[in-house]
């Protein structure tokens, strides 16, 4: 309905406003009493914007105060309504029935494809009248909500998802239209031999004499109809004291089937349009007769959860809310319909059984159906609510359900349960040792902390036998040791990282519709660990703190995101040019700065959409300060000691026990469901958090690195660098001595 439009238009202003006051509070630069008064100014404003742009499309509307979530998910909230909406109409009851093999066409503002719900719809047919686009888009919103009703897939689920989409746009970024431009969409629509015509929208009648009408959209309506295509259109929300006596057109010509709202409950919505069936001498119209009297049946128009597309600034932004409004109620009249023809293709346009005779049949069933019927038709509440299953069986014969508990079961496991989407966030933060990490863990708004206590954690992961940035990074990404990815230090001579694929590689492998993401600040892991192009966005950053505003962005933006590998550098810049230990003030503290960036990413994700599964690593490539206090490079045990924390999936909380860093890769990718190598490509790390008790890795078997022979005979070096000191001084004695005798003789 056009009225909704606004009501979504207006929904966008007041997010945004929300969204810029809870800003402004977060800083504490505004009282709460501030808020209050300012909050309260603005949606004056907001209301007053309504009331012009309601007064443009020739209608009052009934703004209703919904439940919005942003744009990262559904709330529980919104969840349940949407239930309770299926539970009331009917949908519960329909088995595995899907609107497959019907066409329907929806004449709004567009549809956005790219809404996290809408991923997987392929659209039969699109036409702009607006703009003339190829491509589907929604500038408004409104349409992308109706089709979101029928077609959604994911928490909030559509009632008819197998149905085949015709979207034609022919109301603009305000949800504005004229006579023509709806009659040219109903014209295209019946071009495109669809079975059903779904119009959410309206205005005031035209002048009917002789069967023709001074509209052009109600005589391309009756075409439509002429040929038995169902049209469903809305009552109008301009229900209450300042109702109009009648619903809106097309929804009052006599054999569309025109639908009134209902709450959650099935308690008629006050803001639904009131029919008028008494007939008129001016105009002149004969008084409807049954089943032909408006509304002829409610559904759903209050609190009803729907997807939402806005564009802010020029950027698309997807969400989910709640409208309230007959439009909500057209799509779900129309979903059922279109379940029932896909059980009953005998009534379709064109059909052996369709045609004039079919709507008229369709609609003595809708009456018949009707949950809580009334005995005669009501102006208000028409013949009752709308109930799916029982119109199916009244046009079929036979249950929607056939009578099978199982295949009942089945609807409900399928159709009720949320869809979940495995995740994967890996946060390495390079040079940390465990001990400094574990003192960190204290601190107010910690990774660290928060890690230790929502999932397995150890301070004692041991990264191999070279506590070297290139093996580690390349053990850690890979999965399997230095002995077989041929990186011994961080010059990568004669590596093999060519047979042995990242992580990046094989998930990319596996889905290449996943979308992976690599922010780096150390050169090698982007041009040479990974690899040029393997991850859907690679990106390298000279400064820690660029690195985390783009993981923030695209946190917060994408939620389209799979995989995101972060890796700073600043503890380790600090180690090397103040000592890594935690004695030293400036690499303590670039530990802790880490530790708050990675606490902020965790934040973030706690906004991202609830049915998303993220499974988070938090590790280090080495520690450092053990032989030499400004290096890592000899591995003694502090040098390979770091910490390892996993949260989220199928990890088992509490502290780790021979966690080592090739377990990273086969984690993440035991989450992810993604095929492990087998054979003698098999890595050589574990899921070590999903399965405490898991076998050790294999130990690898890896030439000692130079600096740790050094490290390790230190003191037999040192005697024998002494004793050839001393060697050569008393030879140098001896030979100054007898020179000088020689000398002294000529």
């Given amino acids: 309905m056009w009225e909704d439009l606004v009501v979504h238009s207006a929904r966008k202003t007041l997010r945004k406003i929300r969204i810029f006051f809870r800003r402004l509070i977060s800083y504490s630069l505004i009282s709460n009493n501030e808020e209050s008064d300012s909050f309260g100014f603005l949606i004056s404003i907001v209301l007053s914007l309504i009331l012009i742009l309601s007064v443009s499309v020739g209608a009052l509307f009934y703004i209703n105060k919904g439940v919005e979530q942003g744009v990262w998910g559904p709330s529980s909230q919104l969840i349940d309504w949407h239930y309770d909406h299926l539970s009331t109409s009917g949908f519960d009851e329909m088995g595995d029935w899907s609107g497959s093999g019907v066409h329907v066409c929806i004449i709004d503002t567009g549809i956005e494809l790219n809404h996290p719900h809408l991923r997987d719809i392929q659209l039969a047919g699109w036409l702009d009248l607006i703009d003339n686009r190829s491509e589907p888009y929604d500038d408004e919103g409104h349409g992308t909500a109706m089709a979101g009703i029928l077609v959604a897939h994911g928490s909030i689920p559509g009632v008819a998802q197998g149905v085949s989409l015709h979207v034609v746009k022919a109301l603009d970024y305000s949800g504005s239209g004229n006579d023509e431009t709806i009659a040219s969409a109903v014209n295209w629509c019946i071009n495109q031999e669809t079975d059903i015509i779904s119009m959410s929208l309206g205005g005031s009648p035209g002048f009917r004499f002789f069967g023709q009408s001074t509209d052009e959209s109600e005589n391309a309506v009756q075409d439509a109809l002429d040929l038995g295509i169902f049209v469903v259109a809305a009552a109008g929300n301009d229900g209450g004291p300042d109702d109009d006596g009648d619903v809106e057109s097309p929804g009052s010509i006599q054999r569309v089937i025109c639908v009134g709202g209902h709450d959650r409950f099935g308690e008629i919505w006050e803001g639904s349009s009131e029919g008028d069936n008494d007939g008129g001498f001016f105009p002149p119209r004969l008084p409807n007769s049954d089943p032909d009297m408006k509304p002829e049946i409610t559904a759903g128009g209050h609190e009803v959860a729907v997807l939402m597309a806005t564009n802010s600034s020029g950027v698309i932004q997807y969400g989910w809310g709640s409208s309230s409004g007959t439009s909500a109620a057209t799509a779900f009249a129309t979903g059922a319909i279109a379940l029932t023809l896909e059980g009953s293709p005998n009534l379709k346009p064109g059909a052996v059984d369709g045609g004039q005779d079919a709507i008229e049949s369709m609609k003595n069933h809708l009456m018949n159906s009707a949950s809580n019927g009334n005995p005669d038709?009501?102006?208000?509440?028409?013949?009752?609510?709308?109930?799916?299953?029982?119109?199916?069986?009244?046009?079929?014969?036979?249950?929607?359900?056939?009578?099978?508990?199982?295949?009942?079961?089945?609807?409900?496991?399928?159709?009720?349960?949320?869809?979940?989407?495995?995740?994967?966030?890996?946060?390495?933060?390079?040079?940390?040792?465990?001990?400094?990490?574990?003192?960190?863990?204290?601190?107010?708004?910690?990774?660290?902390?928060?890690?230790?206590?929502e999932g397995a954690w150890t301070y004692s992961s041991d990264v191999g036998p070279i506590s070297v940035s290139g093996p580690s990074w390349s053990s850690m990404l890979t999965g399997v040791w230095c002995d077989r990815h041929g990186v011994f230090d961080n010059g990568f001579a004669n590596h093999k990282l060519d047979s042995n694929?990242?992580?990046?590689?094989?998930?990319?492998?596996?889905?290449?519709?996943?979308?992976?993401?690599?922010?780096?600040?150390?050169?090698?892991?982007?041009?040479?660990?990974?690899?040029?192009?393997?991850?859907?966005?690679?990106?390298?950053?000279?400064?820690?703190?660029?690195?985390?505003?783009?993981?923030?962005?695209?946190?917060?933006?994408?939620?389209?995101?799979?995989?995101?590998?972060?890796?700073?550098?600043?503890?380790?810049?600090?180690?090397?040019?103040?000592?890594?230990?935690?004695?030293?003030?400036?690499?303590?503290?670039?530990?802790?700065?880490?530790?708050?960036?990675?606490?902020?990413?965790?934040?973030?994700?706690?906004?991202?959409?609830?049915?998303?599964?993220?499974?988070?690593?938090?590790?280090?490539?080495?520690?450092?300060?053990?032989?030499?206090?400004?290096?890592?490079?000899?591995?003694?045990?502090?040098?390979?000691?770091?910490?390892?924390?996993?949260?989220?999936?199928?990890?088992?909380?509490?502290?780790?026990?021979?966690?080592?860093?090739?377990?990273?890769?086969?984690?993440?990718?035991?989450?992810?469901?993604?095929?492990?190598?087998?054979?003698?490509?098999?890595?050589?790390?574990?899921?070590?958090?999903?399965?405490?008790?898991?076998?050790?890795?294999?130990?690898?078997?890896c030439p000692k690195h130079i600096s740790y022979t050094i490290a390790e005979n230190s003191e037999t070096i040192t005697v024998g660098l002494f004793g050839l000191s001393g060697f050569l001084i008393a030879a140098s004695v001896i030979w100054y001595k007898r020179r000088k005798s020689k000398l002294n003789d000529e």
């Avoid at 502090?638 to 090739?662: A, H, K």
């Fill in 377 to 453: 038709h009501d102006d208000l509440r028409g013949y009752g609510k709308l109930n799916a299953a029982k119109l199916f069986q009244e046009v079929s014969g036979e249950s929607p359900i056939n009578n099978s508990q199982s295949e009942l079961q089945e609807f409900q496991d399928d159709f009720l349960t949320p869809i979940i989407t495995n995740k994967v966030l890996i946060i390495g933060i390079d040079g940390v040792r465990g001990d400094v990490a574990n003192i960190v863990s204290s601190e107010d708004n910690s990774a660290f902390g928060r890690m230790q206590q």
């Fill in 501 to 701: 694929p990242d992580i990046f590689e094989l998930i990319e492998a596996h889905d290449s519709s996943l979308e992976t993401t690599s922010l780096v600040y150390w050169k090698p892991i982007d041009s040479t660990i990974i690899g040029k192009d393997i991850a859907d966005t690679q990106e390298r950053f000279e400064e820690d703190e660029d690195l985390h505003l783009r993981a923030v962005e695209i946190l917060q933006d994408d939620s389209s995101l799979d995989v995101l590998f972060v890796a700073y550098d600043d503890p380790d810049y600090a180690g090397h040019r103040h000592g890594f230990s935690p004695l030293s003030e400036e690499y303590v503290d670039a530990v802790k700065l880490a530790d708050q960036r990675a606490f902020e990413l965790l934040e973030i994700l706690d906004d991202r959409d609830p049915f998303e599964e993220w499974l988070v690593i938090i590790t280090s490539d080495h520690g450092g300060g053990g032989a030499f206090e400004f290096s890592h490079s000899p591995s003694t045990e502090i040098d390979r000691t770091t910490l390892m924390m996993v949260r989220g999936g199928d990890t088992v909380s509490g502290e780790m026990e021979n966690s080592v860093v090739v377990d990273v890769a086969v984690t993440a990718l035991t989450h992810m469901d993604i095929p492990l190598p087998t054979g003698s490509n098999s890595l050589d790390g574990r899921a070590l958090a999903f399965e405490p008790n898991s076998e050790a890795a294999r130990s690898p078997d």
